[in-house]
Antibody, heavy 120, light 111 residues
Framework: QVQLQESGPGLVKPSQTLSLTCTVS??????????WSWIRQPAGKGLEWIGR???????NFSPSLKSRVTISLDTSKNRFSLKLSSVTAADTAVYYC????????????WGQGTLVTVSS | QSALTQPASVSGFTGQSITISCTGS?????????VSWYQQHPGKAPKLMIY???NRPSGVSNRFSGSKSGNTASLTISGLQADDEADYYC???????????FGTGTTVTVL
């Protein structure tokens, strides 16, 4: 059974870049059968899709975050990453990484989430 | 892209049935039936409960069912149990540059 684990700094200063990694175990990130997404959730609020990456390296992003987001794959370490630049307090949230079956439009497997706080 | 609209809270007694609505515009749902529902217990990650409007993943109880009519999708939980107490979010693939939109979330309370 696949497991996803987010990791990264829990505190980021305003205007800096948030960097998170999702390490995948129990499955290969090189499998063309899946795509990989990041989703976030501010405390007490709803979910927001950030973006996704396919095994090919092709990406899609939320229009509201597109200018600040980078998602990449590291197949040698079986993980994928999120970078969000020029962060503000509004980017404070729990960040989840997910796996979805290719050609499907649902989020099948989720990491446990990691809290990132933007504060000086 | 605005969030899909869900009632903030829904409650029911053990054993009863409840329905959670998820309303959007035609642009939110597109011409697709890509509505999914997620259950989230406090402090936990969301869990997929329904996909493609009415399909259940393996291992999800058949007490959970989904439907869609026009611009409103619905999740029904029958035979309500204490463990069903959680937040529930709908989600739709829009087929536009927004890609995915989530609902505002509904807190289910089991009385």
């Amino acid at each position: 059974q696949v497991q996803l684990q987010e990791s990264g700094p829990g505190l980021v200063k305003p205007s800096q870049t948030l960097s998170l990694t999702c390490t995948v175990s129990g499955g290969s990130i090189r499998s063309g059968s899946y795509f990989w997404s990041w989703i976030r959730q501010p405390a007490g609020k709803g979910l927001e899709w950030i973006g996704r990456i396919y095994t090919s390296g092709s990406t899609n992003f939320s229009p509201s975050l597109k200018s600040r987001v980078t998602i990449s794959l590291d197949t040698s370490k079986n993980r994928f990453s999120l970078k969000l630049s020029s962060v503000t307090a509004a980017d404070t949230a729990v960040y989840y990484c997910t796996r979805s079956a290719i050609l499907q439009r649902r989020f099948d497997d989720w990491g446990q989430g990691t809290l990132v706080t933007v504060s000086s | 892209q605005s969030a899909l609209t869900q009632p903030a809270s829904v409650s029911g007694f053990t054993g009863q049935s409840i329905t959670i609505s998820c309303t959007g515009s035609s642009g939110d749902f597109g011409s697709y039936n890509y509505v999914s529902w997620y259950q989230q217990h406090p402090g936990k990650a969301p869990k997929l409960m329904i996909y493609d409007v009415s399909n259940r993943p393996s291992g999800v109880s058949n007490r959970f069912s989904g439907s869609k009519s026009g611009n409103t999708a619905s999740l029904t939980i029958s035979g309500l149990q204490a463990d069903d107490e959680a937040d529930y979010y709908c989600s739709s693939y829009t087929g536009t540059s927004a890609f995915y939109v989530f609902g505002t979330g509904t807190t289910v309370t089991v009385l």
